[in-house]
């Protein structure tokens, strides 16, 4: 199984410092700045959207250059190999896959020479999936779970609530237990003889 990560809506407050660290851990190591996940509010809960790490992961079958691969029990992109066909994004489930631009690091904004006029301006946002710019390479992003930290998921680690939390076979293993000692309590509770349930014929069971 997959890790993967998951939040609790009773503990997240909407505060955003998840998507400031995932941001700025992955802006560190080179990559699209872009938070990896994003908060979701109805009106009385908060919680962080992201990347379910499918087992059978949807975005990884259509990505025609292998760019999304099942790496250390995550699924993985490639920045350096997309190519921005933006597939995946279309072929996520769950929404949970959005694009990014990346332009030489030395190529300032409206650059022009006597050879080129200046570029269009773009247009106003529509979707990452139909935004264009001149010049920018579109690259998709999505949680890739810090498997370049040592520390973990940096969303993980800054929650000021520990509202987010990674969940592996070992998580689910004492979950699992955890919920037969429960049932196996629950069980041994003797009903009292006036209250025990009935059956059809109205004698006890």
Known sequence: ????????????????????????????????????????????????????????????????????????????????????????????????????????IDVADDVATPLAALPPRPAPSVSPLLDWRPGVRSVAVKCDLCSFRAEGPACVETCPTKAIMVVCDEALALASNRKRQLTAVTNLVEWPVDSAPKTAAGGNK
Do not use: W, Y
């Not at 990505?63 to 999304?68: E, F, G, Q, R, W």
């Open 1 to 104: 199984m997959n890790r993967f990560v998951i939040a609790d809506p009773n503990l997240c407050f909407g505060c955003n410092t998840c998507m400031a660290a995932c941001s700025e851990a992955h802006k560190h190591e080179g990559l699209q700045a872009a938070p990896r996940l994003v908060i979701m509010r109805s009106v009385d809960e908060s919680a962080p959207h992201m990347c379910h790490q499918c087992e059978d992961a949807p975005c990884a079958t259509v990505c025609p250059v292998n760019a999304i691969r099942h790496e250390g029990e995550a699924i993985v992109l490639n920045e350096s190999r997309c190519i921005g066909c933006k597939l995946c994004a279309i072929a996520c489930p769950f929404g949970a896959i959005t694009l990014s631009g990346s332009k030489p």
